[in-house]
């Protein structure tokens, strides 16, 4: 069974660093690409970035682009999503996608989501 | 960038054909997949590549994609189908993922 199973809720404060983790299993990891969403309060899915954990080829969303980094660790199946320095507009869920191969491809499989709150 | 634009809520009643667009400059041309998000839940895809449906999503769902307008479409409407719909394109010109703004189906 494929399941990304995500690191839990976090309060931080802004100017905190933060990583967070999507854990695949029940497939290939270094076949499928794993991509990132925000989601803020209230509103839509926002993509931020998407990485291929064979060679860790990764593209952002110009909107993210140097707000965040994303990496991946093959060896033990884990994607991250990390801040060096969060600001309050930085409280969303985030949410880790399977995406498979192929230019035009969908999210097949998704976590259950790390909800983010930045306050002082 | 690419833009796909969805109507901001759908209202139907049940037992009816709900059908949410998404419209975008010559979409026809491009692969759509929708995915469904209920409160509080992480999204799930339920048609991918215009009309294919995943194992487990009912036959109720179903897609088109011609021109200017993509169409999600489900017939038989049921209260367990009240859910945000997001649309999605992969837009080969920028080599971005684009997510329309989302409709809020309601079942009246």
């Known amino acids: 069974e494929v399941q990304l199973v995500q690191s839990g809720a976090e309060v931080k404060k802004p100017g905190e660093s933060l990583k967070i983790s999507c854990k695949g299993s029940?497939?290939?990891?270094?076949?499928?690409?794993i991509g990132w969403v925000r989601q803020m309060p209230g509103k839509g899915l926002e993509w931020m970035g998407i990485?291929?954990?064979?060679?860790?080829?990764?593209r952002y969303s110009p909107s993210f682009q140097g707000q965040v980094t994303i990496s991946a660790d093959k060896s033990i199946s884990t994607a991250y999503l990390q801040w060096s320095s969060l600001k309050a507009s930085d409280t969303a869920m985030y949410y880790c996608?399977?995406?498979?191969?192929?230019?035009?491809?969908?999210?097949?499989?998704w976590g259950q989501g790390t909800l983010v709150t930045v306050s002082s | 960038s690419y833009v796909l634009t969805q109507p901001p809520s759908v209202s139907v009643a049940p037992g009816k054909t709900a059908r949410i667009t998404c419209g975008g400059n010559n979409i026809g041309s491009k692969s759509v997949h929708w995915y469904q998000q209920k409160p509080g839940q992480a999204p799930v895809l339920v048609i991918y590549y215009d009309s294919d449906r995943p194992s487990g999503i009912p036959e109720r769902f179903s897609g088109s994609n011609s021109g200017n307008t993509a169409t999600l479409t489900i017939s038989r409407v049921e209260a367990g189908d009240e859910a945000d719909y997001y649309c999605q394109v992969w837009d080969s010109s920028s080599d971005l993922v684009v997510f329309g703004g989302g409709t809020k189906l309601t079942v009246l």
């Open positions: 996608a399977r995406r498979p191969s192929g230019y035009d491809s969908h999210f097949d499989y």
């Open positions: 029940g497939y290939s990891f270094t076949s499928y690409w």
């Open positions: 990485i291929y954990p064979g060679d860790s080829d990764t």
